[in-house]
């Protein structure tokens, strides 16, 4: 969280800043956006044993078996802590852009659209 801290001072950016579980740090509604990089990756995934992978900690990795499950519990529990017309931003796997906007559209989220990264995989 340090260096998004700089960063968004030396953006001169507003930020109320809160760590926590999930949505435990913060209060329902009102807020404008929420972003999440969260674990998306399946616990049996192949890519865990490749690259530098590795090197990170499995809890900043797994989202469940599947990969999908902490996806499922932002788009399942953002709704009430974000305000009307407000926007939801989440990063997901290269093959997991259909299942997200998906399970978006079947929790009442409009506008759903994804985003590629710098080498052209479906990523937000």
Do not use: K
């Not at 796997?93 to 080498?119: K, N």
């Amino acid at each position: 969280m340090a260096c998004a801290r700089r960063n968004s001072e030396a953006l001169g950016l507003d930020v109320c800043w809160r760590q926590g579980n999930w949505f435990d740090a913060v209060d329902e509604g009102g807020w404008d956006l929420v972003v999440s990089n969260p674990p998306y990756i399946g616990a049996q995934d192949v890519h865990l044993t490749q690259g530098d992978l590795s090197a990170e900690p499995d809890g900043a990795l797994i989202g469940g078996e599947t990969g999908l499950e902490m996806l499922e519990h932002i788009v399942t529990e953002a709704p009430s802590y974000l305000g009307s017309h407000r926007w939801l931003l989440l990063e997901h796997g290269f093959d997991q852009a259909e299942q997200v906007t998906a399970l978006l559209t079947e929790r009442g989220f409009s506008d759903v659209a994804t985003r590629e990264d710098w080498s052209g995989q479906p990523r937000i």
